[in-house]
């Protein structure tokens, strides 16, 4: 299955929407967006919105650990979009390992999810 990753961004604010499975070349592919947008605008706020998500290998996994570690304090607020059970509990797994503010929304609830991260 592959990964379909569409970025929106504005100011500090990030659009990820991810399809399929997460492998390291695509997780490389947004990185340096994110990266730099860190660098232009100190902290960030990221919505990663998950349609058809079946999760990460673990090139992906070991990519985003060190992301994690790296950018601790850098991500402000996370909207984490998806449509199944699992995908709820990563904004409780992902809360030790950033200072962000995080909120799962569902797919059909990502306007709210949106307007969460411009407040």
Known sequence: ??????????????????????DRAAYELFLPSVERQI????KIR??????????????????????DVKHFNDIERLAIVG?????????V????FTTAKIRYFDVSEIDQARDWLAE
């Open 1 to 22: 299955m592959s990964v379909e990753l569409s970025e929106i961004q504005e100011g500090n604010y990030l659009e990820i929407q991810v399809t399929g499975k997460l």
């Open 39 to 42: 660098e232009e605008c100190g």
């Open 46 to 67: 990221i919505l990663f919105a998950m349609h058809d998500f079946h999760g990460w290998d673990a090139g992906a996994m070991w990519q985003d650990i060190k992301f």
């Open 83 to 91: 449509e199944k059970k699992w995908e709820r509990g990563m904004a």
């Open 93 to 96: 797994f992902c809360k030790p």
